[in-house]
T-cell receptor
Framework: NAGVTQTPKFQVLKTGQSMTLQCAQD?????MSWYRQDPGMGLRLIHY???????DQGEVPNGYNVSRSTTEDFPLRLLSAAPSQTSVYFC?????????FGSGTRLTVV | AQSVSQHNHHVILSEAASLELGCNYS??????LFWYVQYPGQHLQLLLK??????LVKGIKGFEAEFIKSKFSFNLRKPSVQWSDTAEYFC??????????FGKGTKLSVKP
């Protein structure tokens, strides 16, 4: 997964807290996206961006915000964390050969 | 609507057994299809992809998949599995907007 960096790797939040999951890529890819992975559900798209300044909602956007001020960075914000947002989050960028995924952030909301 | 279905939730095999994981998709246009593997506690890694051309696609680690347009299928195969193939496997379809639509995944357990 060289080229897509996610931080942090693990995080525990209390209900109602906010936080930002960071995603950065150094491959100058225009397209980036955020997925969440839950057991038995596969990966579901939260938000995506086709370039700096352009974002759009995916399948499960509620409770999350994104912005894309630069090509390199695509942070995901949880405004008021809920236990239903306990999940593993993956950032991905699109290459000519497919998608490259970050190593993931395991988030627990208590 | 575009969608991906994986038929098996959990497959258990002995080492050296042959593997076939089913994947069907729903989409009427030109398809880009992928198989990803996720080893325990790790991120997704691309096994193989189909964009066009030869419908039999060979990937890494001895995996291959066959695109059958008439059946809307893209099944993953491996002639002889190893214990190290224990992982979860995801089939995915590239959406017309550029996003990936994933199946729910198939867990493969290989007994030594």
């Amino acid at each position: 997964n060289a080229g897509v960096t996610q931080t942090p790797k693990f995080q525990v939040l209390k209900t109602g807290q906010s936080m930002t999951l960071q995603c950065a890529q150094d491959m100058n890819h225009e397209y980036m996206s955020w997925y969440r992975q839950d057991p038995g559900m596969g990966l579901r798209l939260i938000h995506y961006s086709v370039g700096a300044g352009i974002t759009d909602q995916g399948e499960v956007p509620n409770g999350y915000n994104v912005s894309r001020s630069t090509t390199e960075d695509f942070p995901l914000r949880l405004l008021s964390a809920a236990p239903s947002q306990t999940s593993v989050y993956f950032c991905a960028s699109l290459t000519n050969y497919g998608y490259t995924f970050g190593s993931g952030t395991r988030l627990t909301v208590v | 609507a575009q969608s991906v279905s994986q038929h098996n939730h959990h497959v258990i095999l002995s080492e050296a057994a042959s593997l076939e994981l089913g994947c069907n998709y729903s989409y009427g246009g030109t398809v880009n299809l992928f198989w990803y593997v996720q080893y325990p506690g790790q991120h997704l890694q691309l096994l193989l992809k189909y964009f066009s051309g030869d419908p039999l696609v060979k990937g890494i680690k001895g995996f291959e998949a066959e695109f059958i347009k008439s059946k809307f299928s893209f099944n993953l195969r491996k002639p002889s599995v190893q214990w190290s193939d224990t992982a979860e496997y995801f089939c995915a379809l590239k959406h017309s907007q550029g996003n990936l639509i994933f199946g729910k995944g198939t867990k493969l357990s290989v007994k030594p």
